[in-house]
């Protein structure tokens, strides 16, 4: 991908239904993968882009409130990865989101985290929370709050990191690509004969902080598709339908099951799978994702559904048209 700059009037800082009326109504560009062809839309204008029994797979994953302050207010912890109830991966930040180093911290409540390792990779280490006498997530409700990114300056309440309809808590940042759906839309596409189905890909922390990024083959993230949906995408290949993936995470889950060779799952299984140009997609035939930052993994794999040139050309035509970045922006379809 060719390196670019957002310009920061191009980031979304504020959530669509509270800068327009709802928060479906956010702008889409579609891009035809075979062509390179672009056209300029509204995400309510989905119904009519695709087509009868086409299948729109969505991740469920709920945010969690990922992110909690020292009791002095002078250390941010992010948890990245869940090791077990009580450890963690996580990263420590000063208030000028500079890398700590230390051993220990207090906490709220008089509950402490120790440092106890190293992580999978810098600036990454394994946390301890001791001294807590409830369910992690119970305590994180009440004093953590979502991640949130240099690009917003404002706090926004849990709900605005949600989906409409996420119901398993797990994920460390908002699976944003299905954000923009509302029930209205959801209906919309009901009407249109347009199947829809739901698996869980628990996030992980997609960015460090100081223009450190994840290494993409060292990023593993828990997933679990139910039974249902497994018969809806056997239903739909069997019947040579087309498969929308809304997110990034959504094509990282299915296929990771494709590379099982099995019918059903029983559990939540990690995923390391890094999908690039080079990857030959088993399940997903498009995608609907938002935009990325141009050091993103993510654009790695949009790579494996169109060519390189097309996706550049995508992306010089949103900062020409005044698309919207990140999790509140607004919203590609690659199909």
């Known amino acids: 991908m060719d390196m670019f700059k957002i310009p920061p009037h191009l980031n979304a800082t504020v ?12 702008s889409l560009m579609l891009l035809n993968k075979e062509t390179g062809q672009l056209s300029d839309h509204l995400l309510t204008e989905l119904p009519q ?17 990922a992110s909690i302050l020292s009791v002095d207010q002078n250390v941010e912890i992010r948890l990245a990865r869940k090791i077990d109830e009580r450890k963690w991966e996580a990263i420590l930040l000063d208030s000028e989101e500079r890398v700590l180093s230390v051993e220990r911290l207090d906490l709220p409540e008089d509950v402490n985290i120790a440092v106890v390792g190293s992580g999978s990779e810098f600036p990454l280490v ?43 808590p797990g994920s460390i940042e908002m699976p ?40 993409p083959i060292n990023h593993p993230e828990a997933y679990y598709i139910p039974h249902k949906t497994i018969q809806l ?17 959504v094509v990282r889950a299915i296929e990771s099951f494709a590379l099982q ?22 399940m997903a035939d498009a995608i609907i994702t938002g935009l990325h930052e141009p050091e993103a993994s993510h654009l790695d794999m949009l790579k494996a559904f169109t060519k390189s040139e097309y996706l550049n050309k995508s992306y ?20």
Request: net charge positive; charged share 20%.
């Open 15 to 26: 959530p669509a239904e509270y800068r327009l009326t709802h928060r479906s109504q956010v």
């Open 49 to 65: 882009l695709l087509s009868k029994n086409d299948l729109l797979i969505f991740n469920s994953s709920r945010t969690i409130p």
């Open 126 to 168: 394994t946390i301890e929370f001791q001294n807590i006498h409830e369910p992690l997530l119970s305590y994180l409700y009440r004093f953590g709050e979502p991640i949130r990114y240099e690009y917003i300056d404002q706090k926004w309440p849990l709900d605005a990191y949600q989906t409409i309809f996420a119901s398993s």
């Open 176 to 215: 944003s690509a299905g954000r923009a759906f509302s029930w209205k839309l959801m209906h919309s596409l009901q009407k249109a004969k347009i199947k829809m189905g739901f698996l869980e890909l628990h996030t992980g922390i997609s960015y460090y902080g100081n223009h450190i990024w994840p290494n």
């Open 233 to 249: 995408m056997n239903q739909l290949k069997a019947n040579n339908g087309r498969l929308i993936a809304v997110g990034t995470t």
């Open 261 to 282: 060779k099995t019918s059903f799952m029983s559990e939540c299984r990690d995923t390391h799978l890094y999908i690039h140009s080079g990857t030959t997609l088993q």
């Open 316 to 335: 010089d035509h949103a900062l020409k048209k005044g698309y919207l970045w990140h999790e509140f922006g607004d919203i590609q379809l690659i199909l």
